[in-house]
């Protein structure tokens, strides 16, 4: 992966479309739509979609002033250090098998972590991308559902590459970070990007062809939540126990001090131990 020795330097601090196109191996990402500032991709790439864009088109903004994450939050997204992106899927997949469109992207991306800067990244149930135990990137799966038929997914994805410790805001220094305070090094956007989006189109053929099973074993993988001490914060209680495994749909199953298995659709999940 280039660093700043690279050449071009006034042009690394950008990103290239001729590049990311040119190094774009399948369908994931041949439609690159770019935009300097967005409220948020997602919210561009669901009006693109409802539109009836195909799938595999890519929403990409520099900056984005109403980031979102999930359960309301705000996604931190300042210019030129980190990549903000969505994609617009439609795979033929029941309503109850939607998790494994997120499991599916945490996958790909913590892949390009690993192979590419060999570190040591892994997934929190049920999105969050973790390095150093702290929070590097997040997915925000949003969808439409017509006819009790999934009519197409976005999935967002947030990544902290090049941002530095002093611009994240008090309320997250101490649980995020980026690829540059984990390397020491200041990366490519673009060489990340096309990263991301081919490891996407691998991982989402798995998910396309439902082979379940290589999906969720890779996850398990990957994964950091498993086998931990959590507190899970759902809608309405507050649980706590083990998170024992991943059912086949992606949930997770949660052993209760009592015994009592739950299965967990979505929450909020801390790791005590
Ligand atoms: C989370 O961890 O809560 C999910 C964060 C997802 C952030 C990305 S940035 C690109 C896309 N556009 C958004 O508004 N959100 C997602």
Not at 122 to 135: A, E, M, Q, R, Y
Not at 145 to 164: H, P
Not at 170 to 185: C, H, P, V
Not at 219 to 248: F, H, P, Q, Y
């Given at each position: 992966?280039?660093?700043?020795?690279?050449p071009?330097?006034?042009?690394?601090?950008?990103?290239?479309l001729?590049?990311?196109?040119?190094?774009?191996?399948?369908?994931?990402?041949?439609?690159?739509?770019?935009?300097?500032k967005v409220?948020?991709?997602?919210?561009i790439?669901?009006?693109?979609?409802?539109?009836?864009?195909?799938?595999?088109?890519?929403v990409?903004?520099?900056?984005?002033?109403?980031?979102?994450?999930?359960?309301?939050?705000?996604w931190?997204?300042?210019?030129?250090?980190?990549?903000?992106?969505?994609?617009?899927l439609?795979?033929?997949?029941?309503l109850?098998?939607?998790?494994?469109?997120?499991?599916?992207?945490?996958?790909?991306?913590?892949?390009?972590?690993?192979?590419?800067?060999?570190?040591?990244?892994?997934?929190?149930?049920?999105?969050?991308?973790?390095?150093?135990?702290?929070?590097?990137?997040?997915?925000?799966?949003?969808?439409?559902?017509?006819?009790?038929?999934?009519?197409?997914?976005?999935?967002?994805?947030?990544?902290?590459?090049?941002?530095?410790?002093v611009?994240?805001?008090?309320?997250?220094?101490?649980i995020?970070?980026?690829?540059?305070?984990?390397?020491?090094?200041?990366?490519?956007r673009?060489?990340?990007?096309?990263?991301?989006?081919?490891?996407l189109?691998?991982?989402?053929?798995?998910?396309?062809?439902?082979?379940?099973?290589?999906?969720?074993?890779?996850?398990?993988?990957?994964?950091?939540?498993?086998?931990?001490?959590?507190?899970i914060?759902?809608?309405?209680?507050?649980?706590?126990?083990?998170?024992?495994?991943?059912?086949?749909?992606?949930?997770?199953?949660?052993?209760?001090?009592?015994g009592?298995?739950?299965?967990?659709?979505?929450?909020d999940?801390?790791?005590?131990?």
């Amino acid at each position: 992966m280039p660093n700043v020795s690279d050449p071009e330097p006034l042009n690394f601090f950008k990103f290239s479309l001729d590049k990311i196109r040119a190094g774009i191996k399948g369908s994931i990402g041949r439609e690159i739509l770019f935009y300097e500032k967005v409220d948020s991709t997602n919210s561009i790439a669901e009006l693109l979609a409802a539109r009836g864009k195909t799938e595999g088109t890519v929403v990409l903004a520099e900056t984005q002033r109403k980031g979102r994450g999930r359960l309301g939050r705000s996604w931190l997204s300042p210019p030129f250090v980190n990549i903000y992106m969505s994609v617009i899927l439609r795979p033929q997949i029941q309503l109850k098998d939607i998790t494994l469109i997120t499991i599916m992207a945490s996958i790909a991306c913590i892949n390009v972590l690993r192979k590419g800067l060999a570190l040591d990244a892994s997934i929190k149930w049920p999105n969050d991308l973790i390095v150093s135990g702290k929070k590097i990137g997040g997915i925000l799966t949003e969808v439409h559902i017509a006819e009790k038929r999934l009519g197409y997914a976005v999935t967002g994805i947030g990544l902290n590459v090049n941002i530095d410790s002093v611009e994240f805001p008090n309320e997250i220094k101490d649980i995020a970070t980026s690829l540059k305070i984990e390397t020491g090094r200041t990366l490519s956007r673009t060489e990340i990007l096309i990263d991301i989006l081919n490891e996407l189109d691998n991982w989402y053929k798995t998910l396309k062809d439902m082979k379940r099973k290589e999906l969720l074993n890779e996850w398990e993988l990957l994964n950091c939540t498993l086998g931990r001490e959590v507190v899970i914060k759902t809608g309405k209680e507050s649980l706590m126990g083990l998170a024992e495994s991943i059912n086949d749909e992606g949930m997770l199953v949660l052993k209760l001090p009592s015994g009592e298995r739950r299965i967990i659709y979505s929450g909020d999940l801390t790791i005590l131990r």
